[in-house]
């Protein structure tokens, strides 16, 4: 049961930071395709968090519905065309921030585990 | 030459998104269809894998269940799925409550897809994980020294049954036995110390296989992969899950 609610937290801290994590990858990666940022997520993260693919796709849809992301469809030189993704300006903000607010929640979150945060007995 | 299990797993997938607009269903499907091309063809030139089928099924598995790629956009297949205008028809057929598949924690997932209705017969494709990831994460610790004993149920009314064993030693040894309701042996590798990669294609209708398999594994020191899977289709009621 205690590796059960372990594996739940650590899906949980996962899930929590693939938004920032993708837009990360696509920033220094762009333009990408779906199946390479899905490979570049899992070997950034030394194969730690790794993603099924028909939980991505839907997520670079909806950036791109919010107008975070754009995409086009480019041609392979093997098989079918590929749709790549790159930040829009809106996206780059968004990463900014979001980065910022990492680095807090970082700070916040380290500081409470370490005790060195406001909290005293 | 057309991958048949890459456009079954389309075609099960394009029933899952039935509720979406055309253009916006047809735009999914093109970028699922071009990742698993792509992860197909890197699993046959980088990882090694020699069978087409084998590495189609080991990247639609990692893609996920038409069932959560649906979940994951927002709709469910719950309108009726159009009829494929090239399947058989078949005389309609009473069909037995599935027996549950609850094999101590190993079995990954079992899932269900009424592919098409045709008259009062149902196709569906069920897929069943014998060994998927959780037991992999066992066999990758080092030392790992035991054995399995594992079985599994072809239903009357099944016409179509693939199994698939691969293992993919990094150290130490897994022997692979599977035997039929008849207690004949169609896969033997008991002895085996090395790479593995079979597939078992069955009619079982015709070759009397219906009833409970037996799939025996033994593991020696064993860090790597092993993944065995059975693939089976038939017609009758769509059955129930648990």
Redesign the interface.
């Known amino acids: 049961m205690v590796d059960a609610y372990i594996g739940k937290l650590e899906r949980d801290m996962a899930a929590g930071t693939l938004h920032l994590l993708l837009l990360g990858l696509i920033a220094r990666m762009d333009p990408i ?3 390479g940022l ?1 490979r570049a997520l899992a070997e950034s993260t030394d194969h730690m968090l790794q993603f ?4 991505i ?2 997520i670079l ?1 909806d950036l791109e519905r919010q107008g975070i992301v754009r995409s086009s469809w480019v041609a ?1 030189a ?6 790549t993704y790159e930040l829009t300006a809106t996206g780059r903000e968004v990463l900014v921030t979001a980065t910022k607010s990492w680095a807090r929640i970082r700070t916040g979150v380290e500081a409470t585990l370490t005790g060195s945060g406001g909290a005293k007995r | 030459m057309t991958n048949k299990i890459l456009e079954e797993y389309v075609g099960r997938v394009r029933a899952e998104l039935h509720a979406l607009a055309d253009d916006e269903r047809d735009a999914v499907i093109d970028e699922m269809r071009a990742h698993l091309e792509d992860a197909i063809s890197q699993r046959m030139a980088v990882d090694g894998y020699t069978d087409l089928e084998a590495a189609t099924l080991a990247e639609t598995r990692a893609f996920g269940e038409p069932a959560e790629i649906g979940a994951a956009r927002g709709v469910a297949a719950s309108a009726e799925p159009a009829v494929p205008p090239t399947l058989p028809t078949r005389p309609p057929r009473r069909f037995p409550r599935w027996a549950p598949y609850a094999a101590a924690g190993l079995i990954v997932l079992v899932a269900f897809v009424v592919a098409a209705n045709a008259g009062n017969s149902t196709e569906y494709f069920g897929k069943q994980f014998l060994f998927g990831e959780p037991y992999q994460a066992k066999l990758n610790a080092t030392n790992q020294t035991g054995m399995i004993n594992e079985s599994f149920v072809l239903p009357e009314g099944t016409d179509h049954f693939r199994l698939h064993a691969l293992v993919e030693p990094v150290a130490g040894c897994v022997g692979v036995r599977v035997t039929d309701p008849h207690g004949s042996f169609v896969l033997n590798e008991w002895d085996s110390c090395g790479a593995m990669n079979h597939t078992i294609t069955l009619d079982p209708e015709n070759s009397g296989k219906i009833g409970r398999w037996q799939v025996e594994v033994r593991y020696t020191n064993f860090t790597g992969t092993l993944a065995i899977e059975t693939t089976f289709r038939g017609w009758g009621s769509p059955p129930k899950t648990n």
Do not use: A, F, V
Request: aromatic share 12%; glycine share 16%; charged share 15%.
């Open positions: 395709h779906g199946y899905i099924k693919p028909g939980t796709y839907p849809n392979s093997s098989g079918p065309q590929r749709k």
